[in-house]
C-alpha cells in the first residue's frame, strides 16, 4: 500500500517484526523472557464463562509470542471457568465476584514486565478503583501497561502524568468514549490527528484498531492496512492484547510492541482467511501464532 503523499506516518514492515521477535540463546530461562500479569473478568454479566475465557486466552497468546511467564487473576466466582481454557495457563482468584486490589497482585505487578488490564471489567466504583490502584503501581515500578475495555476508563482517569508505556486499544466507538467525540471513518489524516491528540494528551501508546490500524505515541505513528475483514469477530481483540503483552515482555518498547503485535494479528488474520473464509474464531488466532511468528525469529 502507498500512503498518501505528505502523511507523517509509515508502515511496519519485515524488518521491523525481526527485530521485535524473540531471541533466545542456550541458558535462556522462563524468567528471563519476561513476565505478564493479566487481570480481567467479572461474574455480574451473564458472558462471564466468554470473560473467563478471553481472560485465559490473552495468557496463552502471551505465552506464544514469547513471554516465559504468564499469570491471570480472574475473581473467584469464574475461577474454575478460566482454568478449565488450557493447561498451560496459570489462573489465581482475586476478588469474589469483582476484581480487588491486593497484596500479592501488587507484589506480582511490582515483579513483572507487562501487566495486561481491563477485558471484563467493568465501571463499578470498585473495578475502577482496583484498576486505579493497579495501573498506579505498575506506573511506580516500571512494569508495562496494556490497557483495554474497562481499563481506558481507569487509564483516563489518573491524574499523574502516564508513561509512554502505557498502551490503550481502542476500537473506534471505545475512542469516542474516551476523547468525548466521534471519531470520522475517513479520512485516514483526520483519524491519525484524533489518535495522536489523544496519545499527547494523556500520555499514552495508542492503538486505534480498524482495517487500518493506527499506532501512536503522539510522536511517532505506525499504520497496519489488513489484507481481509477475517478478525472483525469476538474475542480476536483480547488475543491482540495478549500479543502484544508477549512482544512488551520480551523487551520492546511499547510502541515496537503494540506495532509488531498488531502487524503479527493482522499477518495471521490474512493467512487464515485463505485457509477459512470469514469463518475464524479468536482460538485459531492463537493456534496459528507460532507458524507465522516463526518466520520472523532470531537465533543465537
Given at each position: 500500500?502507498?500512503?498518501?503523499?505528505?502523511?507523517?506516518?509509515?508502515?511496519?514492515?519485515?524488518?521491523?517484526?525481526?527485530?521485535?521477535?524473540?531471541?533466545?540463546?542456550?541458558?535462556s530461562?522462563?524468567?528471563?523472557?519476561?513476565?505478564?500479569?493479566?487481570?480481567?473478568?467479572?461474574?455480574?454479566y451473564?458472558?462471564?464463562?466468554?470473560?473467563?475465557?478471553?481472560?485465559?486466552?490473552?495468557?496463552?497468546?502471551?505465552?506464544?509470542?514469547?513471554?516465559?511467564?504468564?499469570?491471570?487473576?480472574?475473581?473467584?466466582?469464574?475461577?474454575?471457568?478460566?482454568?478449565?481454557?488450557?493447561?498451560?495457563?496459570?489462573?489465581?482468584?482475586?476478588?469474589?465476584?469483582?476484581?480487588?486490589?491486593?497484596?500479592?497482585?501488587?507484589?506480582?505487578?511490582?515483579?513483572?514486565?507487562?501487566?495486561?488490564?481491563?477485558?471484563?471489567?467493568?465501571?463499578?466504583?470498585?473495578?475502577?478503583?482496583?484498576?486505579?490502584?493497579?495501573?498506579?503501581?505498575?506506573?511506580?515500578s516500571?512494569?508495562k501497561?496494556?490497557?483495554?475495555?474497562?481499563?481506558?476508563?481507569?487509564?483516563?482517569?489518573?491524574?499523574m502524568?502516564?508513561?509512554?508505556?502505557?498502551?490503550?486499544?481502542?476500537?473506534e466507538?471505545?475512542?469516542?468514549?474516551?476523547?468525548?467525540?466521534?471519531?470520522?471513518?475517513?479520512?485516514?489524516?483526520?483519524?491519525?490527528?484524533?489518535?495522536?491528540a489523544?496519545?499527547?494528551?494523556?500520555?499514552?501508546?495508542?492503538?486505534?484498531?480498524?482495517?487500518?490500524?493506527?499506532?501512536?505515541?503522539g510522536?511517532?505513528?505506525?499504520?497496519?492496512?489488513?489484507?481481509?475483514?477475517?478478525?472483525?469477530?469476538?474475542?480476536?481483540?483480547?488475543?491482540?492484547?495478549?500479543?502484544?503483552?508477549g512482544?512488551?515482555?520480551?523487551?520492546?518498547?511499547?510502541?515496537?510492541?503494540?506495532?509488531?503485535?498488531?502487524?503479527?494479528?493482522?499477518?495471521?488474520?490474512?493467512?487464515?482467511?485463505g485457509?477459512?473464509?470469514?469463518?475464524?474464531?479468536?482460538?485459531?488466532?492463537?493456534?496459528?501464532?507460532?507458524?507465522?511468528a516463526?518466520?520472523?525469529?532470531?537465533?543465537?
Open positions: 500500500m502507498a500512503l498518501p503523499r505528505g502523511l507523517r506516518a509509515s508502515l511496519i514492515t519485515a524488518g521491523d517484526m525481526r527485530k521485535a521477535a524473540a531471541k533466545r540463546d542456550e541458558e530461562d522462563k524468567y528471563g523472557h519476561g513476565t505478564v500479569v493479566i487481570v480481567g473478568g467479572s461474574s455480574r451473564f458472558g462471564a464463562p466468554v470473560l473467563a475465557t478471553n481472560s485465559a486466552m490473552q495468557c496463552i497468546a502471551a505465552l506464544r509470542v514469547g513471554a516465559g511467564h504468564v499469570r491471570c487473576y480472574v475473581p473467584r466466582s469464574i475461577l474454575d471457568l478460566a482454568r478449565s481454557f488450557s493447561p498451560n495457563a496459570i489462573v489465581e482468584g482475586l476478588g469474589k465476584s469483582l476484581i480487588t486490589f491486593s497484596p500479592v497482585v501488587k507484589r506480582d505487578i511490582e515483579r513483572s514486565s507487562v501487566l495486561v488490564l481491563g477485558m471484563g471489567i467493568g465501571y463499578s466504583a470498585q473495578e475502577q478503583e482496583a484498576s486505579r490502584k493497579m495501573i498506579l503501581c505498575a506506573m511506580e516500571g512494569t501497561v496494556v490497557a483495554d475495555a474497562g481499563a481506558m476508563a481507569a487509564v483516563k482517569a489518573m491524574t502524568p502516564i508513561p509512554s508505556n502505557v498502551v490503550i486499544t481502542p476500537h466507538k471505545e475512542l469516542s468514549r474516551f476523547t468525548g467525540f466521534a471519531i470520522p471513518k475517513e479520512p485516514i489524516r483526520r483519524r491519525i490527528a484524533i489518535a495522536k489523544a496519545a499527547q494528551e494523556h500520555g499514552v501508546t495508542l492503538v486505534l484498531k480498524g482495517h487500518t490500524t493506527i499506532i501512536t505515541d510522536k511517532n505513528t505506525r499504520l497496519n492496512v489488513a489484507r481481509t475483514p477475517a478478525l472483525a469477530t469476538m474475542g480476536t481483540g483480547d488475543v491482540l492484547c495478549g500479543i502484544i503483552a512482544y512488551a515482555a520480551i523487551g520492546n518498547s511499547a510502541i515496537d510492541a503494540a506495532a509488531a503485535g498488531v502487524r503479527l494479528h493482522s499477518l495471521i488474520g490474512d493467512t487464515l482467511y485457509k477459512m473464509g470469514n469463518h475464524i474464531i479468536a482460538t485459531d488466532v492463537i493456534d496459528a501464532i507460532p507458524a507465522v516463526r518466520k520472523f525469529e532470531r537465533y543465537g
